[in-house]
């Protein structure tokens, strides 16, 4: 069943945010964030159970759901015939130096 993805307003100040502070040290490294998650939100429309994980909020009934764009978490709520984007976050790369 193909859904419709709604972005929220937060969502869409967090992925502009994103590729902002990403273009500071490089602009294709923007455009490729940028694509990274729309590309991963086409995907959603989709298959959203199978390409995500379950997100852990306690507090907050429904089906919610985060997946990885590259470097950026989205997280969602996936309804009856759609799929509400609530924010895009950048997750820390990890640092091969700490990690050993």
């Not at 502009?16 to 991963?40: K, M």
């Not at 995907?43 to 959203?48: E, G, S, V």
């Not at 379950?54 to 919610?64: E, I, M, P, Q, R």
């Amino acid at each position: 069943m193909k859904r419709e993805i709604v972005i929220s307003a937060k969502a869409t100040q967090s992925l502009q945010r994103i590729v902002s502070r990403v273009a500071e040290v490089s602009l294709i490294g923007a455009e490729d964030t940028r694509l990274n998650v729309l590309s991963a939100l086409r995907k959603l429309t989709l298959n959203a159970e199978n390409r995500s994980r379950k997100a852990k909020f306690d507090t907050l009934t429904g089906n919610y759901r985060s997946i990885l764009a590259g470097q950026c978490r989205v997280y969602f709520k996936v309804e009856e015939g759609k799929i509400l984007v609530l924010d895009i976050i950048l997750e820390k790369p990890t640092d091969p130096e700490k990690s050993t």
